[in-house]
């Protein structure tokens, strides 16, 4: 019972400290595909990427697949430097107090 309670609060304070659970926004291939089909410059794809959560396939054969769908080089080589960098953006309020972050 007195767990139960203790979990009960430990959200409390989550929510309160978090401003709520709110839905990350998670770049992935398909999104930056659809960027760059509505004609949204190479540069504002750039810095999305390097603002935003990724979570990106960066096989050899999805490259092959992105640069076939019109994705430019600049923008591939930049999804394949962050998805190395899975922690480069700053971390969710629940991972701050250790409840890892949802990917």
Do not use: C
């Not at 998670?26 to 959560?53: C, F, H, P, Q, Y």
């Not at 990106?56 to 998805?83: C, H, W, Y």
């Amino acid at each position: 019972m007195a767990a139960r309670v203790w979990g009960v609060i430990a959200i409390a304070v989550a929510v309160l400290l978090g401003g709520g659970v709110h839905a990350q926004e998670v770049l992935t291939n398909d999104a930056v595909i659809t960027m760059v089909k509505a004609g949204l410059s190479e540069d504002l794809i750039l810095t999305k990427i390097r603002s935003t959560t990724t979570k990106f396939d960066v096989r050899a054969e999805t490259l092959v697949s992105l640069k076939a769908a019109g994705v430019p080089e600049r923008i591939i080589e930049a999804m394949v430097a962050q998805n190395g960098r899975a922690d480069a953006v700053s971390a969710s309020p629940a991972a701050a107090m250790g409840m890892g972050r949802l990917r």
